[in-house]
């Protein structure tokens, strides 16, 4: 089983930047595709990016193609988010997330971290 630590949340204006990252350890990491939710109060959590174990596939949530950026190191054991023009609607708890495969369920989660966007 692979534990993930989530980190680089926090208050930021609109428009602004973060880059979340998110630190694995207990399993072979590089074996891992690994995603990005977020959940926002009083909403189901939502889909934001993933990334296979070579990161040659990528796939985004609609909300956030173009602004955000998925990444890994494989040789780190961590997987990062970059998010760009961030937006009020952003603010949630994000949490990364692993699964064993492309179309298998995510089995492992991270605690969460809060991003805040003001407007």
């Known amino acids: 089983q692979v534990k993930l630590v989530e980190s680089g949340g926090g208050l930021v204006q609109a428009g602004g930047s973060l880059r979340l990252s998110c630190a694995a350890s207990?399993?072979?990491?590089?074996?891992?595709?690994l995603g990005w939710f977020r959940q926002a109060p009083g909403k189901e959590r939502e889909f934001v990016a993933a990334i296979s174990r070579s990161g040659g596939r990528i796939s985004y949530g609609d909300s956030v193609k173009g602004r955000f950026t998925i990444s890994r190191d494989n040789a780190k054991n961590t997987v990062f988010l970059q998010m760009n023009s961030l937006k009020p609607e952003d603010t949630a708890v994000y949490y990364c997330a692993a699964a064993p495969g492309w179309s298998k369920e995510y089995d492992g989660w991270g605690q969460g971290t809060q991003v805040t966007v003001s407007s």
């Open positions: 207990g399993s072979i990491f590089s074996t891992y595709v």
